[in-house]
T-cell receptor, first 114, second 114 residues
Framework: GNSVTQMEGPVTLSEEAFLTINCTYTATGYPSLFWYVQYPGEGLQLLLK?????DKGSNKGFEATYRKETTSFHLEKGSVQVSDSAVYFC?????????????FGTGTRLQVTL | EPEVTQTPSHQVTQMGQEVILRCVPI?????FYWYRQILGQKVEFLVSFYNNEISEKSEIFDDQFSVERPDGSNFTLKIRSTKLEDSAMYFCASNWDGRSQGLFFGSGTQLSVL
């Protein structure tokens, strides 16, 4: 079946540091890939997405590239801020172009300090 | 900005009791979902709902679970006879077309079964 594996957290970084959160997936066919973010006390928010191989999703300085050859969708940001502290979830949807039934990773908590 | 709202934010119940978790999806959305996250585990899909009927459900969503859209604005999840293992954060979500734009999630209801 489909699955998503994320790096274990928590990840603690100083402000302005470079961020990478690894995500790999297992799926048949051509899934769509997503990163969601959950700030304290809030719901999951879509951060970025990619629907086909080699697509790059980007938003708020975050980027992730859909790599079919390595089945990965790693999240990166060049310079993190304290306000980026949150839990980040990698997810996939099994059918290209759809987002209804998502398979999530366990989430990675990011803590950014001054 | 429109948002998905969930009530209550916390619910404590005794094993064997019925609980109803409530959600108000974004008003012009047509597809509705419930997900849950047991502490320390992945966010899991429970059920999707469209046009007043269940469109897809997971193995978790057994006869103890039911969903309803009673009045055109609310979307509820009922657990008939709660078990200890039902303790989790339950997320409601909605979207317009069930496709690639991603889901809009509520902030969740933390259910504790004692």
């Amino acid at each position: 079946g489909n699955s998503v594996t994320q790096m274990e957290g928590p990840v603690t970084l100083s402000e302005e540091a470079f961020l990478t959160i690894n995500c790999t997936y297992t799926a048949t066919g051509y899934p769509s890939l997503f990163w969601y973010v959950q700030y304290p006390g809030e719901g999951l928010q879509l951060l970025l997405k990619a629907t086909k191989a080699d697509d790059k999703g980007s938003n708020k300085g975050f980027e992730a590239t859909y790599r079919k050859e390595t089945t990965s969708f790693h999240l990166e940001k060049g310079s993190v801020q304290v306000s980026d502290s949150a839990v980040y979830f990698c997810a996939l949807s099994p059918y290209t172009g759809t987002a209804s039934k998502l398979t999530f990773g366990t989430g990675t908590r990011l803590q950014v300090t001054l | 900005e429109p948002e998905v709202t969930q009530t209550p934010s916390h619910q404590v119940t005794q094993m064997g009791q019925e609980v109803i978790l409530r959600c108000v999806p974004i008003s012009n959305h047509l597809y509705f979902y419930w997900y849950r996250q047991i502490l320390g585990q992945k966010v899991e899909f429970l059920v999707s709902f469209y046009n007043n009927e269940i469109s897809e459900k997971s193995e978790i969503f057994d006869d103890q679970f039911s969903v309803e859209r009673p009045d055109g604005s609310n979307f509820t999840l009922k657990i008939r006879s709660t078990k200890l293992e039902d303790s989790a954060m339950y997320f409601c979500a909605s979207n317009w077309d069930g496709r690639s734009q991603g889901l809009f999630f509520g902030s969740g209801t933390q259910l504790s079964v004692l």
